[in-house]
């Protein structure tokens, strides 16, 4: 999760908010975090618990799951990137 200041908030308010659509950004005041700033969208489905993404121990990870990691640390260990073509 990125952090910004709310000084950075006051003068790129731009940037904050275009980090902010994509993931939730802390937002900082005297090096403390305060804020929390997030899409309505992100908002909505964590508050209504709809939201798809969960986190697995690898011993848990479904078959699907461990079969699409295994290839991309396949594809990784031969030095290919994430985004290369099978």
């Known amino acids: 999760m990125r952090q ?3 000084g950075d908030l006051n003068k790129q308010i731009g940037d ?3 980090v902010a659509s ?3 950004v802390i937002l900082t005041r005297h090096n403390k975090p305060r804020f929390v ?5 992100h908002y909505q489905r964590m508050r209504s ?3 798809p993404r969960r986190a697995h ?5 479904p078959d699907e799951h461990a079969e699409l990691f ?3 640390i396949e594809r990784l ?3 290919e990137s994430y985004d290369d073509e099978p």
């Open 70 to 72: 295994g290839e991309a």
């Open 37 to 41: 700033l997030m899409s309505y969208e």
């Open 77 to 79: 260990a031969r030095g």
């Open 4 to 6: 910004f200041t709310t």
């Open 16 to 18: 904050v908010t275009d």
């Open 49 to 51: 618990g709809e939201d």
């Open 57 to 61: 121990h690898i011993s848990e990870m």
């Open 22 to 24: 994509r993931e939730p």
